[in-house]
């Protein structure tokens, strides 16, 4: 069954046509055209697919469209304002924690809603907040480095 809903994407609203059983995931890159949001394993193994959901990490691969409803998503296109990449941007670039760039949205997106709650996190809750989050470039010594010197900003 297809249902026109509403979708909170970036502070913009945007109607859509769904079908029920459609992801976040395929919404956002399909219909919307926000391909930032990565598909990997489509099973909620590996975190690429990471956006906020009232700025909260959620799998978007996992999450139905129709239950976004209502609700503020950021995607990594959201984060940028006025022209301006987030300090978490910021840091990744300075860290030299992109390599081949698959994870970096949901890694920033992570790293974003750590620091949202805990703005001074330490090492391991950094590395425990990013658990979720899967790359196989880097060894995540960078990446957490990054989070890290985007706290102290």
Do not use: W
Not at 44 to 67: F, M, W
């Amino acid at each position: 069954m297809k249902r026109m809903i509403e979708l909170n994407v970036n502070g913009e609203s945007h109607a859509v046509i769904v079908e029920d059983h459609r992801t976040l995931l395929e919404v956002l890159r399909e219909s919307l055209g926000l391909t930032g949001t990565k598909e990997a394993c489509d099973l909620g193994d590996c975190g690429t697919c990471t956006v906020l959901i009232d700025g909260k990490p959620v799998l978007s691969c996992l999450t139905l469209a129709i239950d976004a409803q209502g609700k503020e998503i950021t995607t990594i296109e959201g984060l940028v304002r006025n022209g301006e990449l987030h300090k978490v941007q910021k840091a990744f670039i300075e860290k030299g924690a992109v390599q081949c760039g698959f994870c970096t949205p949901g890694m920033v997106l992570t790293g974003k809603a750590l620091l949202d709650e805990n703005p001074q996190p330490t090492e391991q809750e950094v590395r425990e907040a990013i658990s979720g989050n899967l790359c196989r470039c880097t060894g995540y010594v960078k990446i957490v480095d990054a989070i890290l010197a985007a706290s102290v900003e």
